[in-house]
């Protein structure tokens, strides 16, 4: 059964500083997404990484992907306050319902 | 704006009551699926409807059933509520393999009493 977690599930960070969010998932999936959440908002897709060694970036945000270490990292540069989001990460399971499987989600607050 | 739409926004009701809820995917997505998302549950798969079949249940209950139309839109009924019921329900919709990127609609909030 595929798995994905997702950590740190809480990150407070200092605006200017980067960091990372690391999803690692169970077992084989060749697709792997990234979804932001504003509080009280819906999703909006960020990125969809389809094979080993991709890597997207929009603005401050990049995504890549190592299917053989079955993770997923999205990198934060310079962070900023409107970066302040839950970040979910959620693997294509490769079964015949291909559902996405979800991460529990990374709640990001960039402080001044 | 994801061309997603969800009615209603918001909807407050008590227990053992039974509501429905709508969402019409973008034009030219045969897919609708529909997500609970709750504070200690987070974001959870309910079921997934391609072009008017299921094709995939998740975590849902059997008080809450769903369908999807000749028009693609789809509803999501829920019964018997309880105050655990209480959460955002989402929907999105999409293409099967369109990268089965998924785009969600603005939520309906329900609020069971």
């Known amino acids: 059964e595929l798995k994905v977690e997702q950590n740190p599930l809480f990150l407070s960070m200092q605006e200017g500083k980067n960091y990372t969010i690391y999803c690692n998932y169970s077992t084989t999936s060749d697709r792997l997404y990234w979804y932001r959440q504003d509080p009280g908002k819906s999703l909006e897709s960020l990125f969809v990484?389809?094979?080993n060694g991709a890597v997207k970036q929009e603005g401050r945000l990049m995504a890549s992907l190592d299917t053989k270490a079955r993770l997923s990292t999205l990198h934060i540069t310079a962070a900023v306050h409107d970066l302040s989001a839950t970040y979910f990460c959620a693997a294509l399971y490769a079964g015949n319902n291909r559902k996405l499987i979800w991460g529990l989600g990374t709640s990001l607050a960039v402080n001044p | 704006d994801s061309g997603v739409t969800q009615t209603p926004k918001h909807l407050i009701t008590a227990t053992g009551q039974r509501v429905t809820l709508r969402c019409s995917p973008r034009s030219g997505d045969l897919s609708v699926y529909w997500y609970q998302q709750s504070l200690d549950q987070g974001l959870q798969f309910l079921i997934h409807?391609?072009?008017?079949?299921?094709?995939a249940k998740g975590n849902i209950l059997e008080r809450f059933s769903a369908q999807q139309f000749p028009d693609l839109h789809s509803e999501l009924n829920l019964s018997s509520l309880e105050l655990g019921d209480s959460a955002l329900y989402f929907c999105a919709g999409g293409l099967i393999g369109s990268y089965n990127e998924q785009f969600f609609g603005p939520g309906t909030r329900l609020t069971v009493l």
């Open positions: 409807y391609y072009n008017g079949e299921e094709r």
């Open positions: 990484l389809l094979s």
